[in-house]
């Protein structure tokens, strides 16, 4: 049985795995972004896992931030998937190359919900004030002991 959000963690002979993290505006209205953002998250799960996908999303009313990582070419995929997407605009690529191992192993999609705690801090990020270490300690941080896989 895999939990909900899980994802393949890869083998020793799994090649360095790309990584990509970006940061941008969603233009969803308001009143039902939540719930949009909702149905990105179960699309994105199962898709991420058939992919050999693994990363975490967050989200504040406002702006997306998500680091993603996998195979190139899936990732290649997700990455055009991502930036033709209408529901947000202004992407801004904070981090992308190579890594000779994952950091989200075992999360399709790590997401906890709208944060509106972290907007000032992802506006930040999407105005290039801040980067990629920024954004990774968030995610590290963030995601609640509770909700990592076993």
Request: proline residues 5%.
């Amino acid at each position: 049985m895999t939990t909900p959000g899980a994802a393949p963690t890869g083998t020793a002979s799994e090649p360095q795995c790309r990584h990509w993290a970006y940061v941008s505006r969603c233009i969803l209205p308001v009143s039902w972004s939540a719930g949009a953002v909702d149905d990105i998250v179960r699309r994105a799960r199962l898709s991420n896992f058939h992919a050999g996908i693994s990363g975490a999303l967050l989200f504040t009313g406002e702006h997306f931030a998500q680091y993603i990582e996998g195979p190139a070419d899936a990732l290649q995929r997700l990455q055009d998937r991502i930036g033709a997407d209408r529901r947000h605009t202004d992407l801004s690529i904070v981090a992308e190359g190579t890594r000779p191992d994952r950091i989200f192993t075992g999360w399709s999609l790590a997401y906890d919900g709208t944060s509106t705690y972290l907007a000032a801090t992802i506006a930040r990020m999407w105005a290039r004030e801040s980067g990629a270490d920024d954004l990774m300690a968030i995610l590290h941080a963030f995601l609640p002991v509770r909700t990592r896989p076993a």
